[in-house]
């Protein structure tokens, strides 16, 4: 698990989605026992725009302990940013997955690691 998380780290130093000293503070609060909270990036691709897609996404939230946000983005894409206890977001994720999944073609994740504090979960404009 720990290589797993190293590739992963590398991979998003790299493509610019997390910064050193974010990745800092990512190892410490791992190696600390601290890092159970979660905030993931999903993009989703497929026919996910001009279908309800934010708003079902609101709702499946408001079953589970999560905060974020979900907003259309300009390439057709829909962007959906939750945080919360790590295993209440991967639920979270898979009860969109699941809804949503004959809109769905692709979901690519990425770990967010910022500072932005949200209260519930919203839909952006």
Do not use: W
Not at 61 to 66: H, I, K, M, T
Not at 93 to 107: H, P, W, Y
């Amino acid at each position: 698990m720990v290589e797993d998380l190293q590739q992963f780290l590398k991979i998003s130093i790299s493509e610019g989605t997390i910064n050193n000293r974010s990745y800092f503070e990512l190892v410490v609060a791992l190696f600390s026992g601290v890092f159970i909270v979660s905030r993931q990036r999903v993009i989703f691709t497929g026919r996910v725009q001009g279908v309800g897609f934010r708003h079902s996404t609101k709702v499946i939230a408001q079953g589970f302990e999560v905060t974020g946000f979900v907003r259309n983005q300009d390439d057709g894409t829909v962007e959906m940013v939750a945080g919360g206890e790590a295993s209440e977001v991967d639920r979270f994720i898979v009860a969109v997955q699941e809804q949503m999944s004959g809109l769905i073609t692709n979901t690519r994740f990425s770990l967010r690691v910022d500072h932005e504090q949200f209260t519930g979960f919203t839909i952006r404009y």
